[in-house]
């Protein structure tokens, strides 16, 4: 759903109108949230999923007397780590303070609370998507996948595609009805890229949502399924935005979600998508940053990339964090950490591990390097060099040849990549 506030007093003053809040306050609750996100109604499918997902036991309210002014919610998630691991992460949602409220303390009260919540519940990370990224930092979030949107010219632009993609087979499918289907690909993706959320039941339901309302002018959800010996081994969801100009037709299509499970479904799927009738633009969002059909066009200068950050990740447990995932070179580093915001993990960390495994410990030896929690969490899957970190001036190296031996051991061979928003 996104999260949007801002303040900045210590978050102590709310302490009496701060808690769990009820079923029946939720309509209450959320309607707080929308009007924080411009107030616009959503649907009513999109009203029934979010209640659905909710989980009430981890969300907060603010409360001025009768009035609702701030909330935030935590989904209970496993993201894929480097190595493959899915490690429980508090998916940090529906974070909104009243106009009225702002520049007050009550976003601080909540994230104090929610990251004494995280940690107790003993998840070591926290993550979310942020509407605003300059409000997170300070509570130790740092941006750590990025994503790709683009504007393609079909028109122009052409795909060479890899050995075996003729042999793949597209069929057209209601996506209510392939449902099972696709999630059974997307399960089979998320060990082998970090960032991925392994979906609950219910969160499916996610890509099915479809309101006239934020179509924009496109088509109903279309789906596309593809198949290689019998077996689904990926699909295409997306809309067809129909328009003509003087020269013709000049239709966009809107992608809204692609998976295939080996390189020649993937290009059969977007082969497809580049070659629908009656459309010269292809409008592509959230896409992974290292994502093949980047080197398969003729002409990328035409296809418009442009990079946004997507998750932010938070260290809940230094510890815990560091130890459950692997490094693709060995490292031996001790790190000094700066957390102001969640002291227990404040002080000295040594790291050790590979390709196998890794612990993080306590230790009393001399630092390595130094840097902030926020640092640590934009590092930690992979995506952002530490030794890029360091050049930023983010990090400082204590012992020569340190930092590029963290970075090394840090980084992924794939690019981590966050599936969808929450």
Known sequence: ?????????????????????QRDEWDQWYG?????????????????????????????????????????GAFSFRVTVPGGAEVPAAGITMVSVAATHRRRGVLTSMMRRQLD???????????????????????????????????????????????????VRLRYAAPADVLDACEAV????????????????????????DPESGRDGASPLQCVVARKDGEVTGYARFRVRPAWGPA?????????????????????????????DLTTKLTVRGRPVDEAWQYQVSDIRRCQPRLRDALYVRLVDV????????????????????????????????????????????TADAPDLALSVRDLGAAYLGG????????????????????????TGFASPVAPW?????
């Open 319 to 362: 510890g815990a964090a560091l130890a459950a995932r692997t490094y693709q070179a060995p490292v031996d580093v001790v790190f000094e950490v700066e957390d102001a915001f969640c002291p227990w993990n404040e002080g000295r960390w040594r790291l050790s591990g590979d390709v196998k495994g890794a612990s993080c410990e306590r």
């Open 117 to 167: 919540d995280v940690r107790s519940w003993g998840e070591p990370l926290a993550v979310l998507t942020a509407s605003e990224p300059a409000i997170y930092g300070r509570f130790g979030y740092g941006a750590a996948t990025f994503q790709v949107n683009a504007e393609i010219d079909t028109g122009r632009v052409r795909l060479s595609v890899p050995d075996g993609t003729d042999d």
């Open 1 to 21: 759903m996104g999260n949007n506030g801002s303040d900045s007093t210590d978050g102590t003053g709310w302490a009496t109108g701060l808690r769990v809040p």
């Open 418 to 422: 966050l599936p969808h928003g929450f």
């Open 32 to 72: 707080t949230l929308v009007r924080a996100f411009s107030g616009v109604p959503e649907s009513d499918d999109e009203k029934e999923l979010w209640n659905s997902l909710t989980e009430f036991d981890r969300s907060l309210g603010v409360w001025d007397g009768d009035e609702c002014v701030g909330t935030a």
């Open 248 to 276: 013709g037709p000049d239709g966009t299509v809107v992608v809204e979600d692609l998976a295939g499970l080996d390189p020649a479904t993937e290009a059969a799927l977007w082969r497809f998508l580049f070659d629908i």
């Open 186 to 209: 997307y399960a089979r993706l998320v060990p082998g890229r970090p960032g991925m959320l392994a979906r609950r039941p219910g969160w499916e339901r996610l890509g099915l949502l």
């Open 384 to 407: 952002v060099p530490l030794a890029a970190l360091g050049a930023a001036g983010r990090v400082r190296e204590l012992r020569p040849g340190a930092l590029a031996e963290a970075s």
